[in-house]
T-cell receptor, first 115, second 115 residues
Framework: EPEVTQTPSHQVTQMGQEVILRCVPI?????FYWYRQILGQKVEFLVS????????KSEIFDDQFSVERPDGSNFTLKIRSTKLEDSAMYFC?????????????FGQGTRLTVV | AQTVTQSQPEMSVQEAETVTLSCTYD???????LFWYKQPPSRQMILVIR??????QNATENRFSVNFQKAAKSFSLKISDSQLGDAAMYFC????????????FGKGMKLTVNP
């Protein structure tokens, strides 16, 4: 069964460093998302990406964040200068906007720890 | 903006018993989608069940069923014959049609299944 894969599963970084979280969405999907879940809190929308551009972003998604689809398979989230409060679980999701099931499929998440 | 409320932070159920998880939402839209996602200790987000608002019939997936009350803006999840593997965080989520179709999540509810 196709699945969304995320790497790494856990990343520890020093405050102020740049991190890139990687995702491989399901191959025929057209919509891509990043969500964030701070420990013990709800899952929050960060950004959606469609047709090689951002279609919507939340207030959380400020200038330190960027997304890219550098090739036909990867979808990345970059955090330029990490802060302690960026520590969270980051989920990538994808969805087939044309046909197929309505729901978004999530990856297993990347746990980001900023120290 | 749409909001999703899960008022019960925790619940417990005996194995083989039935439990109902509540969810309410606020929206001015008439057409939308509702989902229940399960997040086990591995923290991956797994779709449990979905409901299209235009459908009057409540969705059912094996031991999982929903009670969708559109007028009351209520979307509860019933788990029958609870199993130890059902222990997890459960998130209710709302999605508007069109646009980026991002998910708006509730705060989640921790379900414990007692043997």
């Amino acid at each position: 069964e196709p699945e969304v894969t995320q790497t790494p599963s856990h990343q520890v970084t020093q405050m102020g460093q740049e991190v890139i979280l990687r995702c491989v969405p399901i191959s025929n999907h057209l919509y891509f998302y990043w969500y964030r879940q701070i420990l013990g809190q709800k899952v929050e929308f960060l950004v959606s990406f469609y047709n090689n551009e951002i279609s919507e972003k939340s207030e959380i998604f400020d200038d330190q964040f960027s997304v890219e689809r550098p090739d036909g398979s990867n979808f990345t989230l970059k955090i330029r200068s990490t802060k302690l409060e960026d520590s969270a679980m980051y989920f990538c999701a994808s969805r087939d906007a044309v046909q197929g099931p309505l729901e978004a499929f999530f990856g297993q998440g990347t746990r980001l720890t900023v120290v | 903006a749409q909001t999703v409320t899960q008022s019960q932070p925790e619940m417990s159920v005996q194995e083989a018993e039935t439990v109902t998880l509540s969810c309410t939402y606020d929206t001015s839209e008439s057409d939308y989608y509702l989902f229940w996602y399960k997040q086990p200790p591995s923290r991956q987000m797994i779709l449990v069940i979905r409901q299209e608002a235009y459908k009057q019939q409540n969705a059912t997936e094996n031991r999982f069923s929903v009670n969708f009350q559109k007028a009351a803006k209520s979307f509860s999840l019933k788990i029958s014959d609870s199993q130890l593997g059902d222990a997890a965080m459960y998130f209710c989520a709302y999605r508007s049609p069109g646009g980026s179709e991002k998910l708006v999540f509730g705060k989640g509810m921790k379900l414990t299944v007692n043997p």
